[in-house]
């Protein structure tokens, strides 16, 4: 097998550097004097946590970023994450009525980087959580986005809460599966902290189901909110899957993430099957880890792909290849992967896409980078809540404005609920599950106080009005969920 480091510490900083580098003060200030501060603004609606961007892009034109970014991280805790991995292209910025101009839109994720960069760099702490607190007790299950969104907002709503982690630390996909060169571990890891700050508990390398059940969890708290992701990468279902040299895309984005770059293992020719933003992340980084050949292996053509175009260019840019209409049908190798046998794909009398049996060549490659989407976690999460329903799809079955699941008290969000989204969706839905629950424990909607809970656990006070979470245009949102899954 040939995956070994194949660039020193310095080229490692250089290739894997930020692909967006951060404004200087005096740009920022520019770029947000373009704004026109519209009454009615979209790029508001188009942003699933509703942040009040002319409102934050306005502080940062008077220079008041950390104003700017309190704004930010009030609507969206994970609001430095998401300047850095929103498609921003097709939600705020692809909203912005300068494109309406033929002019460039505001850069609107730059200058939310830069305003959040601003107090994690200065140890400002923009989040606050009330003195007074309501009594009641909730548990976040998964410390990824939605969970950490739920918590944080829960937390500033009065409530105490504690975070499950399965992981060494919380974050989720933005500390362990997020493309090197559009955010390092370390953003999502200032987040984390933040929201620590607002008295949240948040418990690492605990698995829900095996050192804490359901059942304990809703004895010992009032309410649970479940926001984990999803599980492993679909199999190929082809002979060779097991050789050394064929891996998971998450687990090899996870490990540049874990690792010091420059040694980080890649091959010389590196395939990755699949053709989603995951599947992108993990050839773009091959390359720029040195892999002399790095291509996509897709069985549809350019116009299928769950890829953003962006996303697409970029690869390009760094040398990727792409196969298009092609699928693997064996992985070759005896002690670890030499190549794959691929077929040309078409579509049949059926309608169907089928290999084409006169086409199957063999190409040599020494790494497999698997990037097919990722299993759903319905078989886990039963047994943790056997009465938890899911669709037939495998997600969890709950009230898309409220959270509310088949389980009494049992809430849910992300990545398992929906199927897989953009981090901006998971966290808008923890915090609209936060919401209902704080209603649900309290009897409170927009911070009025009822003395009954409906959840039969002792009301507390009233800890005040719940954060605004706007509905996303539906027809921006039909056109954004186009590019949405993996494959
Ligand atoms: Fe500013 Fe564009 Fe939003 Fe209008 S739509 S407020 S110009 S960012």
Known sequence: MTLQPRIDAKQAAQNMGDVAPPYKAQEARIEATRCLYCFDAPCIHSCPTGIDVPGFIKQIAEGRDAAAARTILEANPLGASCARVCPTEVLCEGACVLLDRDQRPIEIGRLQRHATDYVFAHDIEVLSAPTHKSGHKVACVGGGPAGLACATELARLGHDVTVFEQQQEAGGLNTYGVAYYKMPPKISLDEVRMIEGLGVEIRTGVSVGSDIS????????????????????????????????????????????????????????????????????????????????????????????????????????????????????????????????????????????????????????????????????????????????????????????????????????????????????????????AQSIHAELTGATSGAHVQESRLGVPTGPATGAGINCPVRVPALEADYHKKQGGE
């Not at 020494?366 to 759903?376: N, P």
């Open 214 to 433: 359901g059942k304990e969890l809703l004895e010992q708290f009032a309410a649970v909110f479940v926001g984990v992701g999803l599980g492993r990468t679909y199999s190929l279902g082809l002979e060779g899957e097991d050789l050394p040299g064929v891996v998971e895309a998450l687990d090899f984005i996870k490990e540049i993430r874990t690792k010091p770059l420059h040694e980080v293992a890649v091959g010389r020719r590196v395939a990755v099957i699949g053709c989603g933003n995951t599947a992108i992340d993990a050839v773009t980084q091959s390359k720029r880890l040195g892999a002399e050949v790095a291509a996509i292996i897709y069985r549809r053509g350019p116009e299928a792909m769950p890829a953003y175009e962006f996303e697409y260019d970029l690869a390009k840019r760094d040398g990727a290849e792409f196969l298009f209409h092609r699928q693997p049908v064996a992985i070759l190798g005896d002690a670890a992967v030499t190549g794959l046998r691929l077929g040309s794909t078409a579509v049949g009398s059926d309608g169907r896409l089928q290999v084409d049996a006169q086409s199957v060549v063999d190409m040599p490659f020494d790494m497999v980078i698997k990037a097919l989407g990722q299993e759903r976690m319905q078989e886990n999460l039963q047994r943790v809540f056997p009465d938890l329903q899911f669709t037939k799809s495998g997600e969890i079955e709950r009230d898309f404005s409220t959270g509310a699941t088949s389980v009494p008290r049992v809430f849910a969000g992300g990545d398992a609920a929906n199927g897989g989204s953009e981090v901006v969706d998971a966290v808008a839905e923890g915090k609209r599950a």
